[in-house]
């Protein structure tokens, strides 16, 4: 499927260093992430969603994709910046595309002005809705075991990146702070087709943090090479608490699929970072159809994070998996194999190395 090469989609951590170029004018950072492993699963779905047996083999982004990027500013006087970003996703199992949306720059590829007003973007960019849901995840929207799954096995990449969109960015203001996005779509015969929006509202002091976004999209007119257009209405709250080493979270999403599943995503966990060299953390996900009930799944998931350096990561997750009725939900978006799951029971696990340059 390839709904799995959304992998990820927003866990790119932001340290980075500036190649030879950038140093020099202080105005472009290369960035990126490469992150492989080996994933076991007990059970795997074939075509027609029957067990099809264990899987082992390597994995791709197991904890977070693999991407780089460049991001870049100039200061035009008065506060105000002109900004850029790029962004593609790779394939450290083959050295090809992966998590990218199937163009180079598919994952981002914008520019716009930042200053006091807050910040204005164009191009293809990740929506507020998708923004929002990474920032109540207690696990950081792994790849394998987190709030990213359900969020794949819903609606594919509709909402992730939002191609010919425009946004804006508030500046924080007495620890509020909104965004909105529209993406106009339009093809020929019908101004609707694939247009898009979403809006969210934060508000964050440090110790506690609540958002909530929503986000509207229609079918169609997304031309890229993995459609970005399955039409769904989108709706999420979300709840942080921070209390020294230990970090506590809780989510509620809506996905409501035209034709398909109106799920109902409750989900919550912790994020302990009170070891030197250890992250632990772990979260439980519960789906229920709002159309059928006896459509329903819960997943658990773990996982320690072994920080061999500041830019180098060892770690291993396990996740299980109880599917009802008609509910697909698998365990990782870095795999098609196990992005949908089967009815019953499965478990499994990963073991990887990431790096941040």
Request: hydrophobic share 40%.
């Given at each position: 499927?390839?709904?799995?090469?959304?992998?990820?989609?927003?866990?790119?951590?932001?340290?980075?260093?500036?190649?030879?170029?950038?140093?020099?004018?202080?105005?472009?950072?290369?960035?990126?992430?490469?992150?492989?492993?080996?994933?076991?699963?007990?059970?795997?779905?074939?075509?027609?969603?029957?067990?099809?047996?264990?899987?082992?083999?390597?994995?791709?982004?197991?904890?977070?994709?693999?991407?780089?990027?460049?991001?870049?500013?100039?200061?035009?006087?008065?506060?105000?910046?002109?900004?850029?970003?790029?962004?593609?996703?790779?394939?450290?199992?083959?050295?090809?595309?992966?998590?990218?949306?199937?163009?180079?720059?598919?994952?981002?590829?914008?520019?716009?002005?930042?200053?006091?007003?807050?910040?204005?973007?164009?191009?293809?960019?990740?929506?507020?809705?998708?923004?929002?849901?990474?920032?109540?995840?207690?696990?950081?929207?792994?790849?394998?075991?987190?709030?990213?799954?359900?969020?794949?096995?819903?609606?594919?990449?509709?909402?992730?990146?939002?191609?010919?969109?425009?946004?804006?960015?508030?500046?924080?203001?007495?620890?509020?702070?909104?965004?909105?996005?529209?993406?106009?779509?339009?093809?020929?015969?019908?101004?609707?087709?694939?247009?898009?929006?979403?809006?969210?509202?934060?508000?964050?002091?440090?110790?506690?943090?609540?958002?909530?976004?929503?986000?509207?999209?229609?079918?169609?007119?997304?031309?890229?090479?993995?459609?970005?257009?399955?039409?769904?209405?989108?709706?999420?709250?979300?709840?942080?608490?921070?209390?020294?080493?230990?970090?506590?979270?809780?989510?509620?999403?809506?996905?409501k699929v035209a034709g398909a599943f109106n799920s109902n995503v409750y989900g919550g966990g912790v994020d302990y970072t009170g070891f030197a060299q250890f992250d632990l953390n772990g979260g439980v996900w519960y789906t229920s159809d709002r159309n059928d009930t006896s459509n329903h799944s819960l997943m658990?998931?773990?996982g320690v994070n072994y920080l061999l350096s500041k830019r180098t990561t060892l770690y291993g997750q396990f996740a299980v998996v109880n599917n009802h009725g008609a509910m697909n939900t698998g365990f990782s978006v870095s795999m098609p194999q196990i992005l949908t799951g089967v009815s019953g029971t499965t478990?499994?696990?990963?073991?990887?190395?990431?790096?941040?340059?």
């Amino acid at each position: 499927m390839e709904a799995a090469r959304t992998a990820g989609w927003l866990v790119v951590a932001a340290a980075a260093t500036v190649s030879g170029m950038a140093q020099a004018q202080g105005s472009v950072t290369l960035y990126g992430v490469v992150d492989a492993g080996f994933q076991y699963v007990s059970r795997t779905a074939n075509a027609q969603g029957q067990n099809a047996g264990r899987t082992f083999a390597m994995t791709d982004g197991g904890a977070g994709p693999s991407v780089f990027g460049l991001r870049g500013a100039e200061d035009l006087g008065g506060g105000l910046k002109a900004i850029f970003g790029l962004e593609s996703g790779i394939s450290l199992a083959n050295g090809g595309f992966n998590n990218s949306n199937g163009n180079f720059f598919g994952r981002q590829a914008w520019v716009g002005l930042t200053g006091p007003f807050g910040s204005v973007k164009a191009g293809e960019q990740f929506s507020p809705f998708f923004l929002t849901l990474f920032d109540s995840d207690p696990r950081g929207f792994s790849s394998f075991g987190s709030g990213i799954v359900p969020y794949g096995d819903n609606v594919f990449l509709t909402g992730a990146v939002n191609a010919r969109a425009v946004s804006y960015s508030s500046p924080k203001i007495a620890g509020f702070e909104g965004s909105v996005l529209f993406a106009p779509g339009g093809v020929a015969g019908d101004f609707q087709a694939g247009r898009q929006w979403g809006a969210s509202l934060k508000y964050d002091n440090g110790t506690v943090m609540v958002n909530a976004a929503v986000y509207d999209g229609n079918p169609d007119g997304q031309p890229t090479p993995v459609p970005t257009g399955v039409a769904f209405w989108g709706r999420t709250l979300g709840f942080a608490y921070r209390f020294q080493s230990l970090t506590v979270k809780a989510s509620f999403v809506n996905y409501k699929v035209a034709g398909a599943f109106n799920s109902n995503v409750y989900g919550g966990g912790v994020d302990y970072t009170g070891f030197a060299q250890f992250d632990l953390n772990g979260g439980v996900w519960y789906t229920s159809d709002r159309n059928d009930t006896s459509n329903h799944s819960l997943m658990g998931a773990a996982g320690v994070n072994y920080l061999l350096s500041k830019r180098t990561t060892l770690y291993g997750q396990f996740a299980v998996v109880n599917n009802h009725g008609a509910m697909n939900t698998g365990f990782s978006v870095s795999m098609p194999q196990i992005l949908t799951g089967v009815s019953g029971t499965t478990f499994g696990a990963n073991l990887g190395i990431r790096h941040v340059f």
